[in-house]
């Protein structure tokens, strides 16, 4: 397989080829169209309710492939239409991937990382570039900022030393996302995703950001509601849930399996309960890893999978078979639990706004409160300690 190098999709940032100069507005248009389709393209029905992980992969390659080849001949051959950057920001995930098999004999298409480390480099600093294009188009712009606060805001919470910095640059491009696209429904992602670093890093101006939000968005429409109850209120569940008991929980839990959902098998353990789609099956992996780790120490995992609802996709009960199939074939070693209500229904009670989203519930039956901290640094302390002792 061929992978592209970014310097050749970078290529529109030096002076058009006479290729460029020779090719049509109309055939630039065409083509972007075609690439725009391409982009959207999602796994064949016959592929998605099916077992064949190979072909799964296989897709995804050729999909990437031809997206990747077609963006960067576009690139070059119309380096000075304006189109040039809303084919840009189709182009986000790339650098090389590779198959690996896991413990269980699944099989996953995954980044190398060195790889993906150097297009991401590259990639972003080619969105700063855009955002000061005078002839960008406000999608491009609009997407490039999403792609910016997303990525920096992701990777400052897993080095938690880029944070300091991460956080004003990741406020000035939210207020210039603001600015240029008011009351844009993609707000709401991009609050939580914010919200999440400021958490993380510096929670009391995460305290004062949610009372910002609270008092700008009081108009009573959608996007208001949706700001105040999933952003604002969400946190503020989320800080509040981790010192209170997880009683609705479990609650919640034994709605779903009696048995297995009752808490005072748990007492005293710590336990690990991961959420999804039931079309969400990427983290498995990294499930399978702490499994392996930390079970013989004392670890319990518990799974929820969710219904998803997105157009296109199987009814409830055919979800749930194909989720039955899957259990039966990775015979995973941990309970797995079947929810009918929507993933982000389910977990929203206690601030969760990610897939898959996960809680860590301590000794003392309560969520840890440090949530953003590497599982493998919160585990095995949360192992380490005495059934009685109080934090």
Known sequence: MRYFTLPLVLSFLFPANNSAAASSPQDAQTEYHALLALSRAQLP?????????????????????????????????????SLRWDVLVLLRYGGEEREKISRSGSRQLVPVPESKAAWDK???????????APDASASARGEALRQLIDQTARSALFAPAEAPQAIPRVRGWLDQYDREFPRSRNVVGL?????????????DLCVAFLAELEQRYQQRQNLD???????????????QAQALPMDELWARLRELDAVVGDPA???????????GPVTYDT??????????????????????????????????????????????????????????????????????????????????????????????????RELARSASEER
């Not at 098998?265 to 959420?275: I, M, P, Q, S, T």
């Open 45 to 81: 029905l016959s592929l998605r309710s099916g077992s064949d992980e190979a072909a799964k992969i296989a897709w995804f390659r050729q999909h990437k492939e031809q997206l990747h080849g077609r963006g960067a001949a576009f690139l070059e051959r119309y380096a000075a239409d």
């Open 122 to 132: 590259k990639y972003f600093r080619s969105l700063e570039v855009l955002l000061a």
């Open 191 to 203: 609050y939580h995703t914010y919200a999440n670093l400021l958490d993380a890093a510096a929670p």
């Open 225 to 239: 509601k949706q700001v105040q109850e999933e952003v604002v209120a969400g946190h503020r569940r989320a800080l």
């Open 265 to 275: 098998r748990y007492r005293g353990k710590v336990v690990l309960v991961a959420f």
């Open 283 to 380: 983290f498995m992996e990294a499930l399978e890893d702490l499994h392996s780790q930390y079970a013989m120490a004392g670890l319990v995992i518990l799974q929820v999978v969710s219904f998803d609802p997105a157009y296109g996709l199987p009814p409830e009960s055919e979800q749930r078979r194909n989720l039955e199939k899957i259990v039966a074939i990775r015979k995973w070693p941990w309970a797995v639990l079947w929810s009918p209500r929507d993933h982000f229904e389910f977990v929203k009670k206690w601030g969760c706004n990610t897939i898959p989203a996960r809680m860590l519930i301590g000794r003392d039956g309560r969520l840890i409160s440090d949530r953003y901290s590497p599982f493998s640094v919160s585990i095995p």
